[in-house]
């Protein structure tokens, strides 16, 4: 037959195929049967199986629509699902442990449920009377998608559970992951088993999930109704028994020199492993401390995960070019020659700071090895002296801004009576441009405004075309300019105008965070906001330099305050803050307030006995109790510790208020 005759018959079934893709993947609209669509899939496979020349990087051996769907619905988790602190080294479990400490009394036996971090998807399965009603992906944590009946198809997933003490409504987690060998079989569609495993359970056609043999292996709950579990090796010796898979590595252990140990022989044993896995997780294994060490803002006090060591390589430092951060910090990049570590090309490194590429000697032409962790940014971790060239020279690092020409600076450290290793530009304004942009991102960003369509390389964009110059510009965008740039149009711009417009109604805490000042992390900006009335009320401690009266709030200290007031002195930062508090609509965030310490104000003094200052504060305001910071005659109990400040009891007694101890305060919560 004519090759040119069988070429274009041939790219016409291509194109259909595409086509027909698109109808079905993307549009969830199909316009022919599954059967019609086979048929064309195999006429193509029979096509290039007979006659050699005939290729298409779109042929249905090279796509077969593994292509992610956009289309599912959304789900919103009960509870979010977090991720893990990352630990590589050996101290950093030991400050884990101590952090434990520092929160629960010393006196505690700890135990820790050590599990296996398999390197998959993580899912959650929600079971109502004992059938399984949703299966949803982690999406960002706080939104996943329902892919029920594509995580139906792994037969490790069990639909209806029999035992009569299986809850009536409980919402299991685990991962779901590929196992090596059938990676391998699938190994050129797919970068890595974890990416193998995402596309199959995010197709939009669970028959095209089941061809890809996955795995799910089950850890822990989201939620459960009437249960009573004491240990996490307790529930998950449940879990099997209900009809899931659990990991058979799972142990219990107390003392951290056997997690260390256990550690040491597990990262050589899990090359025999069928599986993937990128370190190990130790949890503490009672639930009811696990509850009460609670979670920080992305991730829960109670666990960590142990990572194996990183994926390393050696290549070349072709620049070194420094980044000017938010908070004028001055951060040396390395660009290196591309080079492929564990399936991801690197062709950046951090080197930190100035005082490490001096430790270290870096220099521009090095051989360096470079280390990339998790999701930990890529690092130099040494050179390799005997490959330099004699010419080479030590980097010299820049002692003005790059971006504005401003001095720099080392500050020095009161508490540790040293020089800061990182060097900052000391406009920590908005004339700097590489830190207005910085700031300007950050005002943007998830944990602030989380302006939807505006994302970092659209302010860098709307900056250099002088639509954003401060954050209040953002409120008042040329929107009939960016509707003309290229990449835009009606309906993404009224998407944008939209998400900034209800991104006005905004919490006093995310505000306060938004504003970018050094040292006013998330975790600040709630303690601080809490602690206020209003933003009114900040406004004015602001106007009269009032700083001080902030280091009442436990959390907040000198360095915080320092930073505060450093920052608002600046003029146009503070004309800036004013313009937004007239802009948005800045409301403090509103807790449930039920519970049975409502209206009820509280002081602690002296030490408690099995519970940390932090706890009692938080266990107090989850019971809808307020802390206050001083005795006064709006205070309704005094918790009278162990060795409490004289004078606080005298003030106390003299203005006729109740004093009050620990157990006290635990009988008028329960
Ligand atoms: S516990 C907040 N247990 O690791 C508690 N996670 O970095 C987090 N993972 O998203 C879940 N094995 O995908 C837990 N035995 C295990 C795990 C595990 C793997 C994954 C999971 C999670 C991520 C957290």
Known sequence: MDREYLKNKYQSKIKNYIKHNKFYYENSDPKITD??????????????????????KNSPTKIVGY?????????????????????FYEDDIINFKKKIYNYLDKNIKLEYSVEPKIDGISASLTYINKRLHYGVSRGDGKIGEIITENLKTIKDIPHFIESSDFPNEIEIRGEVFIKKKDFLKIKDKFANPRNAASGSLRQKDPRETKKIPLNFIAYTFGYSKNTNYKYQSEFLKNLQRWGFKINKDNKILSDIKDLIKFHKNFENKRFDLDYDLDGLVYKINDLKLQERLGFTSNAPRWAIAHKFSADNADTKVLNIEIQ????????????????????????NATLHNEDEILRKDIRIGDI????????????????????RDNKSKSFVFPKKCPSCGSETIKEFNKTTKKFDAVRRCINDGYTCEKIAIEKIKHFISKDALNIDGLGKKVVEKFWYLDLI????????????????????????????????????NISLQKFIYSIGIRHIGIENAKLISENIKNIQQFLKIIKDKQFNKLLNIDGIGETQVVSLSKFFNNKLNLSIFVELINILNIEKENLIKNG????????????????????????????????????????????????PTKRKIDHAKSLGINIISQSDLIKLIN
């Open 35 to 56: 059967s019609e669509y086979d048929e064309l899939k195999n006429e193509i496979l029979e096509l290039e199986k007979k006659y050699k020349f005939l290729k298409s």
């Open 67 to 87: 292509k992610p769907s956009k289309s599912f619905e959304k789900y919103k988790h009960k509870n979010p699902m977090l991720s893990l602190s990352n630990a």
């Open 324 to 347: 000017v951060g938010r908070t004028g910090a001055l951060t040396p990049v390395a660009k290196v020659n591309p080079v492929n570590i564990g399936g991801v090309v690197v062709s």
């Open 368 to 387: 360096v090895k470079i280390e990339r962790a998790g999701d930990v940014i890529p690092h130099v971790i040494k050179v390799d002296k005997t490959k």
């Open 469 to 504: 110059k401060k954050p209040q510009d953002i409120f008042y965008l040329d929107y009939n300019k960016i509707k003309k740039l290229e990449g835009w149009g009606e309906i993404s711009v009224n998407n944008l105008k939209l998400s900034i417009e209800n991104s006005k």
């Open 596 to 643: 049975p310490l409502i209206n009820k104000t509280f002081l602690i003094t002296g030490k408690l006995k099995d519970i940390s200052r932090a706890e009692i504060k938080s266990l107090i305001e989850k019971n809808s109790g307020t802390i206050l910071s001083s005795v006064s005659k709006n205070l309704n109990f005094l918790i009278a510790g162990e060795k």
